[in-house]
């Protein structure tokens, strides 16, 4: 639901990337630049595979879940 502080493997912060990474990535008809995933991880210094895989997996679903009341 929502990105992970540190990689779960290594420790590494992770959740800075995570706004920039989203934005460059998006399609362009979604308001972002429309980047390869690749290059725009290497544009941002992650290089662990561990830590590229914690921003590659992570699916935003906290827009799914918030309309369902706390129980």
Not at 20 to 30: A, L, S
Request: hydrophobic share 35%; charged share 25%; aromatic share 8%.
């Amino acid at each position: 639901m929502l990105i992970p502080v540190r990689c779960f493997s290594c420790g590494n912060p992770v959740a800075n990337y995570f706004d920039e990474f989203v934005e460059r990535t998006n399609p362009v008809d979604k308001g972002g630049k429309g980047e390869l995933i690749p290059k725009v991880l290497n544009d941002l210094g992650i290089s662990r595979v561990c830590c590229r895989r914690m921003l590659v997996s992570n699916v935003e679903l906290i827009d799914e879940i918030l309309p369902y009341p706390r129980y």
